[in-house]
């Protein structure tokens, strides 16, 4: 590992920890936009929010849109692998990416896989795991998540 990986990782490392343990939510934000992720504006991140990841290999990409609230104890796995394990030859790698659409709320104890998108203004159930994308303007539960119900932008904004 290189100088610049190893300074890389620590305050990537670092940044996290200020992120988790900021009782501010504008410094929670600051720290992960410091990270490298994509915030947009009016978000609640909860100060117990976990993001998994190798703070320098195969970090992931996480987009949050505007006014997304993320109840907490919510994971978002951007990454995840088998190392050396002679099971990564039947495990399959996705996309390290999490895409979180405007208006979307993402319920306490939820839990999104890497390569997922939560559409605009979907509702993400409690405990729910989300294994695929959600559609705009759907409510999700469930383990794995499944439709739930469809909301017209009307209700959505009522």
């Given at each position: 590992m290189t100088i610049k990986n190893s300074y890389t990782r620590c305050r990537n490392?670092?940044?996290?920890?200020?992120?988790?343990?900021?009782?501010?939510?504008?410094?929670?934000?600051?720290?992960?936009?410091?990270?490298?992720?994509?915030?947009?504006?009016?978000?609640?991140?909860?100060?117990?929010?976990?993001?998994?990841?190798?703070?320098?290999?195969?970090?992931?990409?996480?987009?949050?849109?505007?006014?997304?609230?993320?109840?907490?104890?919510?994971t978002l796995i951007l990454s995840s692998h088998?190392?050396?394990s002679s099971a990564s030859k039947h495990v399959t790698h996705h996309d390290n990416t999490i895409t979180i659409g405007n208006d979307a709320w993402i319920g306490a104890g939820a839990i999104i896989l890497n390569g997922v998108t939560i559409g605009e203004g979907a509702i993400v159930g409690c405990g729910s795991v989300v294994i695929r994308d959600?559609?705009?303007h759907t409510i999700v539960g469930g383990n794995p998540a499944k439709e739930i119900k469809k909301i017209t932008p009307d209700e959505h904004t009522n």
């Open positions: 490392a670092f940044l996290y920890k200020v992120m988790q343990r900021m009782p501010y939510n504008r410094m929670r934000i600051w720290a992960l936009r410091k990270q490298g992720y994509s915030v947009g504006e009016n978000v609640y991140l909860p100060s117990d929010i976990c993001i998994p990841h190798n703070f320098v290999y195969k970090r992931g990409t996480l987009t949050i849109g505007d006014r997304v609230s993320i109840a907490p104890r919510v088998s190392n050396a959600v559609e705009p």
